[in-house]
């Protein structure tokens, strides 16, 4: 362990690994931000808690079982010119995920449906499913997060390292990203785009037409500043009108 830390490779290999996994980690940000907009304040904060936790709890144990993981590489299926592995199936199914989620949650902001407010049991259910469809993504921006992870690093504490170090920070930003997203109801409509984009970039690289993340995250941040810029000016039309 001393030569690792005495090694500047070591080092390097830590903080370019750390920086991917924060900047794989807005996704599921994004994700989890959208899901517990519904939730009130209270369960809301318990869906992030657990949604952040199955996600460390996930790489962890994909990081225990590397032999495994780098199986999921191995091509299972071959269809004109294309193979696909374990780790394009479940990267094409969280594709469609998000894109059959983004498509019903912005649909359900166009076209609203009055809310029916059930018993105790049926606040359960909703927060039942909203931690079962984190369940799922999690699951599959895992699988992606560590064979990323395995490809850029030799050595496993290294990568736990930066899981841990890139969870925390998703735990710090998780609330003020959903809270944020609460106050200004206009970013949730940019939150949804961002999830189909983020499928469609999850059902390509299944079927190995891979986009440059980088093309996608500058992107999310261009948009996103624009809004901020809009949320702003906003803001001061709003204080003059008072005033």
């Not at 032999?67 to 780790?87: A, C, E, K, Q, Y």
């Not at 690093?153 to 710090?172: G, K, N, P, S």
């Not at 785009?193 to 079927?207: E, P, Q, V």
């Amino acid at each position: 362990m001393l030569e690792l830390l005495a090694d500047m490779n070591t080092w390097a290999a830590l903080l370019t690994l750390t920086a991917i996994e924060i900047v794989l980690g807005i996704d599921n940000l994004v994700f989890i931000a959208i899901l517990t907009s519904p939730l009130d304040p209270r369960r809301g904060q318990r869906a992030r808690a657990l949604g952040l936790s199955l996600a460390f709890i996930f790489r962890v144990l994909l990081l225990a079982s590397l032999s495994w993981i780098m199986g999921l590489t191995s091509p299972i299926l071959t269809f004109n010119d294309v193979t696909l592995s374990w780790r394009d199936t479940i990267l094409i199914g969280g594709g469609l995920f998000l894109l059959a989620k983004g498509t019903r949650e912005i649909h359900s902001e166009v076209e609203p449906v009055p809310k029916h407010t059930g018993g105790r049991a049926g606040r359960k259910r909703s927060l039942w499913a909203v931690i079962v469809q984190l369940a799922v993504i999690d699951m599959v921006f895992s699988v992606d997060s560590i064979i990323t992870a395995v490809g850029l690093a030799d050595h496993i504490e290294v990568m736990v390292t930066a899981v841990v170090i890139a969870m925390i920070v998703m735990f710090v930003a998780a609330r003020p990203v959903g809270d944020f997203i609460e106050r200004h109801p206009t970013t949730k409509m940019l939150a949804l785009a961002f999830l189909l984009m983020i499928g469609l970039a999850l059902l390509a690289d299944g079927f190995h037409f891979h986009i440059p993340r980088g093309y996608i995250y500058s992107a999310m941040a261009f948009a996103a500043l624009v809004e901020c810029l809009n949320v702003l000016a906003r803001g001061r039309r709003r204080r003059r009108s008072r005033c």
